[in-house]
């Protein structure tokens, strides 16, 4: 064999012996170089269709929810046992959720999260608006299901309006009641702050004169109804949005803990103004969920917060959508 063979044939075996051994190491499970952890979720945004119209859940934030301290009507070991059973414990992330409608003609967002109210953990809904394709701009309506701090102070960006082509409508009973400050004095304590926050957040739209409050069961768009639902505020409201084939009710906070909630509606939340008349309307919310076989948008359950519910004896069920890569395709 001459020299130049020789040389070449060290050079193979040489490479292969290193093959062989980075072959081991990978069987064995050796990492040249980990790769560095995330640690943050993607945009968060999630859509549908519903008939022909386009639905789009957005996330302004998660935060821990203090169920301990604001639950009426369920013992501790009762909280901790329907928190077990879906696999929870406290604290409960919370999430805050709001839908934009795309009916065709019009951008119509319902609910708008907490904007800077709730601090780091939440504000993202403008940013999650982008992601899904769309502006703030470009949104015609947005219409609010009541004036807690978690809904409507996204619509505030630092004293300006956060949808600059928007009119922002709730219910004039909801308005009568947070934007009057003498009831601030009669409300409990731990609620002062939400008139506050009700006032100056649609400050900028009664400004502009696009602040337009409404009345009642209307229709306040073809295809979008206002349904009174009345207990957690004075004016709390849902809204039915008809898809053709089926129909969306976005029902604001019917439900904040699906886990303790759902199997039994007669728990309260502090936050109610009316406890029983927040009972009535969410036996009323969950009994036409199921009887009409309504999809449901819901502010605070895990998020897209988009599902149907399914009753089991005295029980209610929450089955969230299935997931679609390529929605109405």
Not at 89 to 114: C, E, H, M, R, Y
Not at 221 to 228: T, Y
Not at 299 to 304: K, R, S, T, V, Y
Request: hydrophobic fraction near 45%; glycine fraction near 12%; charge should be neutral.
């Amino acid at each position: 064999m001459k020299q130049g063979g020789r040389v070449g044939a060290r050079r193979v075996a040489s490479w292969l012996t290193v093959l062989a051994g980075v072959t081991v190491m990978a069987w064995c499970g050796i990492a040249f170089a980990a790769a560095p952890m995330v640690k943050t979720q993607g945009p968060g945004f999630y859509r549908l269709m519903l008939g022909g119209v386009e639905v789009t859940a957005l996330l302004d934030g998660t935060h821990p929810f203090p169920i301990g301290t604001v639950v009426d009507g369920a013992s501790k070991a009762e909280v901790a046992k329907d928190l077990a059973r879906d696999f929870l414990q406290q604290p409960v992330q919370g999430s805050i959720n709001a839908f934009l409608i795309n009916t065709g003609s019009k951008l119509i967002l319902i609910d708008s999260g907490a904007g800077v109210l709730y601090g780091d953990c939440c504000g993202k809904l403008r940013a999650n608006l982008r992601a899904a394709g769309y502006l703030p701009e470009q949104v015609d309506e947005v219409l609010l299901t009541h004036l807690h701090k978690d809904h409507v102070g996204g619509i505030d960006a630092h004293g300006a309006m956060a949808f600059p082509n928007a009119i922002v409508r709730v219910s004039q009973t909801d308005a009568d009641y947070w934007l009057n400050p003498a009831n601030k004095v009669k409300a409990p304590a731990f609620l002062s702050s939400f008139f506050d926050a009700a006032i100056a957040s649609v400050a900028p739209y009664v400004a502009a004169g696009r602040f337009e409050p409404f009345s009642g069961d209307v229709e306040l768009e073809p295809g979008i109804r206002a349904l009174a639902l009345p207990g957690h505020t004075p004016g709390h409201t849902g809204y039915l949005v008809h898809g053709g084939s089926q129909d969306l009710l976005v029902w604001g906070d019917i439900i904040h803990v699906a886990s303790i909630q759902l199997p039994n509606p007669e728990v309260s939340i502090e936050y109610d103004s009316d406890a029983a008349s927040a009972k009535r309307s969410r036996r009323m919310a969950l009994a036409l969920a199921v009887d009409k076989g309504y999809l449901v948008g819901a502010a605070h359950i895990a998020f897209p917060g988009l599902g149907h519910i399914r009753k089991d004896g005295h029980r209610y069920e929450w089955v969230p959508v299935n997931y679609e890569a390529a929605p109405g395709q």
